[in-house]
């Protein structure tokens, strides 16, 4: 079960929606929130394939149908705990080089790499000078490239 305050925020995120949102509706949409819902990010997907789905505010049955949906959606992502570049997490051990430039003005500005070789950032680590570059240990969230575990968490381009 989620908490009162998971289900008055994906109410809110649900309120762009068009159509009736009487009192009376919104209760009835929170009440299956709380019995559908499997945990906080259960409910977070859902709200995005009602929003994705839907023109106007859900009923009960179509809230229900998100959480079948978004509930098949997640246990066909089951990870592969035989992974060896994510260990079944979905996520890979990344690395970030950051860099710091100087301009001729006196201005800098900050770049940062995201270095998902292990060989690479072996072979950074032995180069970064500690002073205008770092190598930072890091978890990439965009998704095992090996396994796919999370490519859905991936953000639109």
């Known amino acids: 079960m989620i908490s009162e305050a998971i289900v008055s925020q994906q109410i809110v995120r649900l309120s762009i929606l068009r159509g009736e949102k009487s009192e009376a509706a919104i209760a009835e949409v929170k009440q299956v929130y709380r019995e559908a819902a499997k945990n906080p990010a259960h409910a ?6 009602i929003i994705r789905h839907l023109d106007f505010f859900p009923v009960p049955r179509e809230v229900f149908t998100a959480a079948s949906e978004e509930y098949r959606a997640e246990e066909s992502a089951q990870p592969d705990k035989h992974c060896k570049a994510c260990g079944g997490t979905g996520f890979e051990q990344a690395w970030q080089l950051v860099t710091y430039h100087a301009n001729p003005d006196g201005s800098a500005f900050k770049q940062v790499d995201v270095i998902r070789d292990p060989e690479v950032a072996a072979d950074l680590r032995a180069k970064v000078d500690g002073k205008t570059q770092f190598l930072y ?8 490239t090996k396994c796919g575990r999370n490519a859905a968490l991936k953000q639109p381009a």
Not at 44 to 49: G, L, S, V
Not at 137 to 144: H, I, L, S
């Open 44 to 49: 977070t997907r859902m709200t995005n394939w």
């Open 137 to 144: 240990p890091c978890v990439d969230q965009r998704g095992c």
